[in-house]
């Protein structure tokens, strides 16, 4: 599980069938600590409804398939979780 922030939504006008209900967004992976940023943004799939500015938990691989309805779904990232708080920082 890493952590990351959402800095925007994708809109795509085709996708395979079984991804035609599922939310993209662009997210950066940032340090847990100091909040910086340590990727360019990449595409994940939103399965908790997180929005743009939002410090988010994700998975990578094959764990990001499990938490999809239909686990055969060709993702590479999911967002899973949305960070409410991190030590004495709240969001």
């Known amino acids: 599980m890493k952590m990351a922030r959402v800095v925007g939504s994708i809109w795509a006008t085709r996708k395979t069938e079984r991804m035609e209900a599922l939310p993209m ?3 950066e992976t940032i340090d847990a600590t100091s909040l910086n940023v340590l990727s360019s943004p990449f595409a994940a799939v939103n399965t908790v409804g997180a929005c743009e500015g939002d410090i988010v938990f994700y998975v990578e691989a094959y764990e990001a398939c499990l938490p999809l309805p239909d686990e055969l779904v060709p993702v590479d990232a999911s967002i899973i979780g949305i960070v409410e708080q991190l030590g ?4």
């Open 25 to 27: 967004q662009l997210i």
């Open 88 to 91: 004495d920082k709240v969001f």
